[in-house]
């Protein structure tokens, strides 16, 4: 698995390519709470290249979206290009209540 | 029973991935389709991931053994390990309405093998340790 972050002007874009599994997602985590401690709220997590997602990478989601939510004012953590087989895992688990999802990072951006 | 193909590996979390990897050659070799082959290495990934975490606690790490083979039109994957019995009626099924802030953690991993494979089937004996048995149907080709 491979995060890139990039600072953008309103958020931090992350782009995860590989996959999520339960000895990737640590890093996960530890890559969004990260920049959730050093101020950054407002984060559009890329898919496009993710080819899977485990209860792991979930929990690693939803972990950064219940700090922000948190925050006063509270940000977002927003998810774009998801592929199919990924935003089921969402939809099982009734993670797609919780977050945004975006086909395109313009209109993850624009969100924000 | 056909060709199974066994792997033993020490249940560490660096495991994982070669189990999932193991798993993905022989399903692939099945003929499995691309959604359920994705759904079967989720499954692999939970439940390895649960012996890692869970079945080895309070003692030496010990192995996992997996194994796939095909059965009557089905990929079916048997995990075991030889730590504590597992009882998966303990697992509380998540609330998947629950707002944000009541959003438990645990009990996702459990819930994605039952809702990806077809059938689940967990065993345990005091020697053979605990046996989770779960399948995949093949899809025919239309």
């Given at each position: 698995m491979e995060i890139r972050a990039e600072k953008l002007k309103r958020c931090e874009m992350?782009?995860?390519?590989?996959?999520?599994?339960?000895?990737?997602?640590?890093?996960?985590?530890?890559?969004l709470l990260g920049l959730i401690q050093a101020g950054q709220k407002n984060i559009v997590v890329n898919m496009r290249d993710?080819?899977?997602?485990?209860?792991?990478?979930?929990?690693?989601?939803l972990s950064a979206l219940m700090?922000?939510?948190?925050?006063?004012?509270a940000g977002n953590v927003v998810i774009s290009e998801i592929k199919p087989d990924l935003r089921e895992n969402f939809d099982l688990v009734g993670f797609d209540r919780l977050f945004d999802f975006y086909d395109q990072d313009l209109q993850a951006v624009g969100s924000f | 029973m056909g060709n199974a193909k066994t792997l033993k590996v020490k249940a560490l979390l660096e495991n994982v991935p070669v189990a999932i990897d193991f798993v993905t050659q022989s399903a692939k070799a099945s003929g499995l389709?691309?959604?359920?082959?994705?759904?079967?290495?989720?499954?692999?990934?939970?439940?390895?991931?649960?012996i890692v975490y869970h079945a080895y606690k309070g003692m030496e790490p010990g192995e996992m053994e997996i194994s796939c083979d095909l059965d009557d039109q089905a990929f079916v994957v048997r995990v075991r390990d030889w730590g504590n019995a597992f009882d998966p009626d303990t697992v509380v099924d998540p609330d998947l309405n629950a707002?944000?802030?009541?959003?438990?953690?645990?009990?996702?991993?459990?819930?994605?093998?039952?809702?990806?494979?077809?059938?689940?089937?967990?065993?345990?004996?005091p020697e053979l340790g605990n046996e989770l048995v779960m399948t995949k149907r093949l899809q025919v080709a239309g």
């Amino acid at each position: 698995m491979e995060i890139r972050a990039e600072k953008l002007k309103r958020c931090e874009m992350v782009t995860v390519s590989g996959r999520i599994d339960s000895a990737t997602a640590p890093e996960l985590e530890n890559t969004l709470l990260g920049l959730i401690q050093a101020g950054q709220k407002n984060i559009v997590v890329n898919m496009r290249d993710t080819d899977y997602i485990s209860s792991a990478g979930l929990k690693a989601m939803l972990s950064a979206l219940m700090k922000v939510r948190k925050m006063i004012p509270a940000g977002n953590v927003v998810i774009s290009e998801i592929k199919p087989d990924l935003r089921e895992n969402f939809d099982l688990v009734g993670f797609d209540r919780l977050f945004d999802f975006y086909d395109q990072d313009l209109q993850a951006v624009g969100s924000f | 029973m056909g060709n199974a193909k066994t792997l033993k590996v020490k249940a560490l979390l660096e495991n994982v991935p070669v189990a999932i990897d193991f798993v993905t050659q022989s399903a692939k070799a099945s003929g499995l389709d691309d959604q359920s082959l994705y759904q079967v290495r989720v499954a692999v990934d939970e439940v390895c991931a649960n012996i890692v975490y869970h079945a080895y606690k309070g003692m030496e790490p010990g192995e996992m053994e997996i194994s796939c083979d095909l059965d009557d039109q089905a990929f079916v994957v048997r995990v075991r390990d030889w730590g504590n019995a597992f009882d998966p009626d303990t697992v509380v099924d998540p609330d998947l309405n629950a707002p944000l802030e009541d959003r438990a953690l645990g009990g996702l991993g459990l819930f994605l093998v039952r809702q990806f494979m077809d059938q689940v089937r967990f065993t345990f004996d005091p020697e053979l340790g605990n046996e989770l048995v779960m399948t995949k149907r093949l899809q025919v080709a239309g």
